[in-house]
């Protein structure tokens, strides 16, 4: 018959045989280390219901391992099998940013139930303290975002083990001041094309001129080509096409972002595409800057980045007004999109900003928040110099890459 009221019999320490109205069998409910236990007896009797309501009960808590077993570590290990297999990429981020940050602190080897907002930082001070030990530096504010971005996931998936009740509160994260890849004005970078050619008539012949022109070709094609250092390093003649009148880069970029078919547009930019062309098409590699190999040395390397560096310091060009960031081989990329903003007004009165962010393989939004700001109206009137002139005198023409 169904019970007519609601009775509960405690059994053992955590463990209760509960009658429920309505009901026609007993059931038991229970609780430990924080995770729930349920069973429906199916059962009338009270004696056989109790006696296989603790049975199953003791199973439960053999199978539970002490909470003070349950470390970051095992957490970290649940969160990774958890990406699907497509997100692989993902995961091995995932797994390399836990690696870097799991000693520090004795994170990894925590227990889940000790990490606090305390216990957080305090890890933050130690990892800032073991970065001005390695690097003479503190850390920065992204590096430290990206570990509360790694240290999150493991402590929400904790708490889905019943590990722990709540996540604990994550300290504030800092602000991140925007002051890499800033751009050169034009005469700024007028003034470093010129030291990069002074520094090619300079180089004795032929290996380091070699050198040298190819720092600077690879400027051009970063600049008023709008791609990135590590892009225009992978440029490979299959990219180009010349259609008789400029020539079209397409590559791909990175993962999800659509191939761009890119207008040289400018002639100092095409004529050295074509050159840099008809060279590749000699090299088994087929690359446009391929790494050199400097006298003495076991393997090719490439040393752009650090010829770029000395060239802007040479130049003193290294700071912009204000801002400590000294400016590198990044802030190329960023000249070349003003440049062509630049270019736009002048021609047209006015800039197609999503053509320029397809060709940059950006958005929109991130131009003018990084990039554009950094032109003002000094910038509008600026008296373009003869070395320059040659920049704003070609339009674009069709796409040859586009299907008829």
């Avoid at 972002?257 to 400018?266: C, G, N, Q, V, Y």
């Avoid at 007004?321 to 009165?349: F, H, M, N, Y």
Wanted: aromatic share 8%; proline share 7%; with cysteine.
């Amino acid at each position: 018959m169904p019970f007519t009221t609601f009775r509960s019999h405690e059994l053992q320490s955590g463990l209760v045989l509960e009658e429920r109205k309505g009901a026609v069998s007993y059931v038991a409910r229970g609780w430990h280390q924080k995770r729930p236990f349920y069973l429906n007896t199916k059962l009338t009797e009270f004696e056989a219901a109790k006696a296989l309501a603790t049975q199953k009960f003791d199973e439960f808590v053999g199978k539970v391992a002490p909470l003070s077993t349950q470390t970051m570590d095992k957490a970290a290990d649940l969160n990774e099998a958890d990406y699907l297999q497509s997100k692989d990429k993902a995961r091995r981020d995932f797994r390399k940013r836990w690696n870097a940050i799991k000693d520090v602190h004795r994170l990894g080897s925590t227990p889940v139930q000790e990490v606090t907002t305390k216990f957080l930082l305090a890890f933050a001070k130690a990892r800032d303290t073991a970065m001005v030990e390695r690097r003479g530096e503190g850390i920065k504010p992204s590096t430290i975002r990206k570990d509360w971005v790694t240290i999150g996931p493991v402590l929400r998936r904790a708490k889905r083990e019943g590990w722990i009740a709540r996540v604990p509160e994550l300290p504030e994260l800092p602000k991140i001041e925007v002051d890499s890849n800033i751009p050169f004005k034009e005469f700024e970078w007028v003034k470093l094309r010129q030291t990069a050619e002074a520094a090619v008539a300079a180089a004795p012949p032929p290996e380091a001129k070699g050198r040298a022109q190819a720092v600077l070709d690879q400027m051009i094609v970063i600049t008023y080509g709008l791609i990135r250092p590590e892009e225009s390093e992978r440029l490979h003649v299959s990219h180009l096409y010349d259609d008789g009148k400029q020539v079209w880069m397409r590559f791909p970029r990175k993962t999800g972002t659509p191939p761009a078919d890119i207008p040289s547009r400018i002639p100092k930019l095409t004529d050295t595409l074509r050159r840099l062309k008809t060279q590749a098409a000699t090299r088994a590699d087929g690359l446009l800057f391929p790494p050199t190999s400097r006298p003495g040395t076991k393997k090719p390397t490439r040393n752009f980045s650090k010829a770029v560096a000395k060239l802007i310091e040479a130049a003193d060009l290294q700071y912009w007004i204000g801002q400590k960031k000294p400016r590198t081989s990044w802030s190329l990329r960023p000249t070349g999109i003003c440049l062509e903003v630049l270019r736009q007004r002048r021609a047209d009165g006015s800039e197609n900003l999503h053509k320029i962010a397809r060709w940059a393989g950006n958005k929109v939004e991130r131009l003018e928040k990084h990039y554009l700001r950094y032109l003002d109206a000094d910038d509008e009137q600026f008296v373009i110099p003869d070395s320059m002139s040659h920049v704003y005198n070609i339009g674009v023409v069709g796409n040859p890459f586009k299907k008829k």
